[in-house]
Nanobody
Framework: QVQLVESGGGWVQAGGSLRITCAASGRIFSINHMGWYRQAPGKQREFVATITSAGSTNYADSVKGRFTIPRGDTKNTVYLQMNSLKPEDTAVYYC???????????????WGQGTQVTVSS
C-alpha cells in the first residue's frame, strides 16, 4: 500500500511563514512528479506548485515569489515553503503525486488527506 502523508499545517499571521511536508511511502518504483494543491472554503481545488523528478518546478501565479517546493534528501519527500503569507492563502493543502508502484505498467495520481493552513489578518 502506498500513501501520501502531509504534516506541518497550522495557524500563522499574515506576513509570516510556514512549511508543510509531504512524504510518500510504500512500494514506489518511480515518481514522475510531486506537488501541492489547495482548496479554500466554497472554492474549487486549485494548483499551487509542482516539482518533477528532474527537479523542474512550476508555480501558480498567485504564489510565485512567495512559495517554493524544495525536495527532501530522498525524492519521496517534498515541502512547501510558504513565505509572506496572506489571508487568501488560507485553505486545506493537499499533496499530489504521480508515480508508479512496483508491478504497475502505468503511473497514476495519488492524493494525501490534506492539511489545514490558516492565515489571519
Amino acid at each position: 500500500q502506498v500513501q501520501l502523508v502531509e504534516s506541518g499545517g497550522g495557524w500563522v499571521q499574515a506576513g509570516g511563514s510556514l512549511r508543510i511536508t509531504c512524504a510518500a511511502s510504500g512500494r514506489i518504483f518511480s515518481i514522475n512528479h510531486m506537488g501541492w494543491y489547495r482548496q479554500a472554503p466554497g472554492k474549487q481545488r486549485e494548483f499551487v506548485a509542482t516539482i518533477t523528478s528532474a527537479g523542474s518546478t512550476n508555480y501558480a501565479d498567485s504564489v510565485k515569489g512567495r512559495f517554493t517546493i524544495p525536495r527532501g534528501d530522498t525524492k519521496n519527500t517534498v515541502y512547501l515553503q510558504m513565505n509572506s503569507l496572506k489571508p487568501e492563502d488560507t485553505a486545506v493543502y493537499y499533496c499530489n503525486a504521480d508515480f508508479k508502484r512496483y508491478g504497475d505498467y502505468v503511473s497514476r495520481q495519488y492524493w494525501g488527506q490534506g492539511t489545514q493552513v490558516t492565515v489571519s489578518s
